[in-house]
Every structure is written in C-alpha cells, then in structure tokens.
C-alpha cells in the first residue's frame, strides 16, 4: 500500500513547516490586492501562513506580504487580511 504524501508548506511568519490543509493562503493574483483564499484554489501567487493570531499580527507587523510578493502592499490588504481572520474566529 502506498503512502499518501502530506503537503508541508512554510508560514511565512514563524517559518514552521505544517501540512498545507491547517493553514491559510493568502493569494495575489496578477491584477488587484492580496486577500485570504479560503477554498486553496484561486489563481495567483500564494503565501502560507499559521491560522494562528501571533502569526496574522506578525504579518502586518512585519510587512510580511512586501517581502513576499516582492512588491509593496497597501495597509488597506494587511488590515482586510487581519479583519477577515478575526471575523472568523
């Protein structure tokens, strides 16, 4: 019997590595701002990141996306990002 390979992927904040489904997506896609993939499959670039609060204060703190993407990213998507996040919380 094979066994099935778990998916790790990197927080982009605390840098552990966990399997890909305990984790949130944050995708930019070609045209328009970065926003949290709740399904893990919209199109663009994606970062990962821990569905943990230390980590989503991290990420704006740190500016976490601007490193990420390679490109600035505006308030505005950090603050939509953490608002997102907590409304589900």
């Known amino acids: ?13 605390c840098h552990e590595m966990k399997p890909k489904k305990e984790m949130l997506r944050i995708v930019k896609p070609k045209e328009g701002d970065a926003f949290i993939d709740f399904t893990g499959k919209a199109a663009g670039r994606g970062a990962y990141i821990c569905d943990n609060p230390d980590c989503i204060r991290k990420l704006k703190k740190a500016k976490l996306l601007n490193k990420t993407f390679s490109m600035p990213i505006s308030d505005d998507v950090y603050q939509r990002i953490e608002e997102e996040f907590f409304a589900g919380k």
Do not use: L
């Open 1 to 13: 019997m094979k066994v099935k390979k778990i998916p790790m992927r990197m927080c982009i904040a």
